[in-house]
């Protein structure tokens, strides 16, 4: 099993695993849109819920390669839907910049450290 992040989803706990390459290249335009903060929340968990779970889906396909898509979505629902994407995101490198945090690659202004 490849490390990540344990998630009950409905009856099931699975271990979600980071995304790999192939699955951020696939949902490439999807992610710059959550991480530009141009696709709202709102939006997102109304519009687009077949991506986040699809997301979610190729996750957890790294530890259970088995895993049929209509399964995982047996197993998510409006009360979990945003918690388990969330959680895959995060478990995958991507998360929300806390207010005056610089992260890799970014440089503190007047620092050229």
Known sequence: MIAGTRLTLGAHTYLIPPLNFNALELHKDFFVR?????????????????????IVHLAAKRNYPDLKLEALF?????????EAFKATMAVSGFTQPVPG???PGETVPGNLH
């Open 34 to 54: 959550c991480m530009s903060g141009e696709l709202d929340p709102v939006e997102a968990m109304t519009t687009h819920f077949r991506t986040m779970g699809e």
């Open 74 to 82: 047996d197993d998510l629902d409006m009360a979990n839907m945003a």
């Open 101 to 103: 945090e610089t992260r």
